[in-house]
């Protein structure tokens, strides 16, 4: 199936690896442009070594930077927009924040967190929607969480602040739905990625198990009885960015094999 996409712009934040690097790859595949970001030169370097030597044909570029850092942000749109032509699709995507119970977290992690899962996802919106509203089409695509349905143990960052993106960003999606940019989010379950074997005994509130015990721990209890891939999810992610779900705005898709119990 054609999405309709080939030749847009793609910029995605935190792309280098694990469910980003899943999207930079299905775009990829559909011919679109796509840069993606990270704070480490070699993992970058690997991550455009890899997008370019899939069947996508290769048209992927790097740009080093924290999204956590505003200087950095502002540096990377512009960047992206001088090698893409435009950013016609955005991705925004962070690192997860530290674990932990609630009463251990002090104000200043609280507002460190505030930084990279809120304001790093805003301000890039903010940044790509003027030209994205004055073209007349665009995607914005937002890598969120199942916390945001329901919430996670031992995580209180993530599940406080990925919330309220989903706020923010229902609020833009309405405000510009009539002028062909449309802002959902994908909200992943346990997927086999370097960020979930970091926090996964915390989840399972298991520190006895080890890193791989624990991983599979989380993924019995779904109902599938296994983890999702990186490639399931770029698919769902390059749906979303293509011109086939112009209707679709101002939505989080659960990607869980069916995990959370939510009705909606």
Known sequence: MDLGIKGEGALILAGSQGL???????LLDEGVKVLVTGRNAETGAKAVASLNGGSGGGDAGFIQGDVADADDRARV????????????ILVTNAGGPP???????????WRTAFDLSLLSAVDMARMATSGMVERGWGRIVNISSISVKETTPNTPLANGLKT?????????????????VTVNHILPGPFDTALLRRVARDIVQRPDLSEE?????YAKHGPMKRL?????????????????????TAQGVAMDGGLVTALY
Not at 20 to 26: E, F, V
Not at 229 to 248: D, H, M, N, P, Q
């Open 20 to 26: 980003g690097l899943g999207c930079a790859r299905a």
């Open 77 to 88: 749109f512009a960047e992206a927009e001088k090698r893409l032509g435009k950013v016609s």
């Open 99 to 109: 674990t932990g119970p609630f009463l251990e977290k002090s104000l200043d992690e």
């Open 164 to 180: 309220a993106v989903i706020g923010a960003f229902g609020t833009l999606a309405r405000e510009i739905a009539d002028k062909g």
């Open 213 to 217: 015990e624990a991983v599979q721990e």
């Open 228 to 248: 999702g891939t990186v490639e399931e999810f770029g698919s769902l992610c390059a749906y979303l960015c293509s011109r086939k779900a112009g209707y679709i």
